[in-house]
């Protein structure tokens, strides 16, 4: 997109010059009584250094410069009071404008106390003073463009930083939440452990003492285990959030979740197919929040559409899509375009051996598909 406009530009500017060219050539005699075979070089001095007002403005103003100090001296200028074709004025400030928005301020100052110089050099006093007047006001609107494109940079680039730091703010937040799931669900494991290896001697016959001193064991290595996790992972709980584990959403949730959303107004459909199959407690969490996060991306990016959810349990795996309509209304003003979401719901099942995909349909839409594993894959051992 960048290129294409920069080759209009460019066409534009030549196709400018050459008009400008021929305007000169048809009216030098109206400034200059010069010999005909010098007319196309006047008139080329005169127009064509706007070519360079995008590539090099110092060249083409210095160019331009030149040759409204030579010219009133070199080719008799019919009226002294304004010794310069109106094309040449035109394309000189119009450059001098550049080189005092794109240039350093030391090369537009130069410039601009050049350019005053060759006006009052070749004119009368007067004339002079007042040409130098215009081009000073002609500075100070490049100076104020100068400005406002710094400005306008600046606020592009502090744009693109919050949006990268709000980006990475979400996918931290998004994985402070992964890490709160294996908590609960992680520790919930271990605490049984700890309850079936202390139990296990008053609910089993004939234990003896080596066995219940083997269960005795188990439970103290499962405590210490189940301790450090809390010390690692507990830190990124809320703290709203008590010290007890409390049950993790699963697959049995996810229809509570779609009828929250329809009491909130949202238009959800929700289909199923195949028995549900006895998966891992954080399979089904993954499954939960991956839908969880898809309504809420439908709602917030495709305001009034519907949304058609759709889970098929197979005998290895889970798959889960969430579809919606274009935007029934307009997004409202300021609400970021977001992306973060589908960079977790990746993460999430990428940790349990599961994909998630999602793209633009054809017709406006967005479409999340997910597949999850019925089982956990074990994680390979790692390299000596």
């Not at 005092?100 to 060759?118: I, N, Q």
């Amino acid at each position: 997109m960048r290129s294409r406009v920069d080759r209009t530009l460019t066409v534009v500017i030549y196709a400018a010059s050459l008009f400008l060219f021929a305007m000169a050539w048809a009216t030098i005699d109206a400034t200059y009584a010069a010999p005909s075979g010098l007319r196309p070089a006047i008139a080329a001095l005169a127009a064509l250094p706007l070519i360079a007002i995008r590539p090099n403005p110092l060249l083409g103003w210095a160019m331009s410069a030149t040759a409204a100090l030579a010219l009133p001296l070199t080719c008799s200028p019919i009226d002294s009071a304004f010794p310069w074709q109106m094309v040449h004025v035109v394309v000189l400030l119009a450059l001098l404008v550049a080189v005092t928005v794109r240039c350093p301020r030391a090369a537009a100052t130069v410039a601009w106390l050049s350019t005053g110089a060759v006006l009052l050099v070749n004119s009368p006093i007067q004339t002079g003073v007042g040409f130098a007047v215009g081009m000073t006001v002609v500075v100070l609107v490049g100076l104020l463009m100068r400005e406002l494109s710094g400005s306008r940079r600046q606020l592009a680039t502090q744009r693109e930083i919050s949006e990268l730091e709000r980006a990475r703010r979400a996918v931290l937040e998004e994985r402070a939440q992964v890490a709160r799931d294996l908590h609960d669900v992680i520790a919930h494991h271990m605490s049984v452990v700890v309850v079936q290896a202390q139990s296990a001697p008053y609910r089993l016959a004939s234990v003896t003492e080596e066995t219940k001193a083997e269960f005795d064991a188990i439970g103290a290595n499962v405590r210490a285990s189940l301790n450090e996790i809390r010390a690692v992972l507990g830190v990124l709980r809320s703290d709203d959030e008590s010290a007890e584990l409390r049950p993790q959403p699963g697959i049995a949730g996810i229809r509570e979740l779609i009828e929250n959303s329809r009491r909130a107004g949202v238009d959800v459909s929700f289909n199923t197919f195949g028995e549900p199959l006895a998966v891992p407690e954080l399979c089904g969490v993954v499954l939960y929040r991956i839908v969880q996060e898809s309504l809420a991306n439908a709602v917030r990016h495709s305001p009034g559409a519907p949304v058609t959810v759709t889970m098929e349990h197979g005998s290895d795996a889970t798959t889960v899509t969430v579809r919606n309509a274009p935007a029934a209304v307009p997004r409202p003003d300021g609400m970021s375009a977001g992306g973060s979401g589908i960079a977790g719901m990746r993460e999430r099942a990428a940790a349990i051996g599961g994909t998630v995909d999602a793209r633009r349909l054809p017709d406006g839409g967005f479409e999340v598909h997910a597949r999850i594993p019925a089982t956990i894959p074990p994680t390979p051992e790692p390299h000596p």
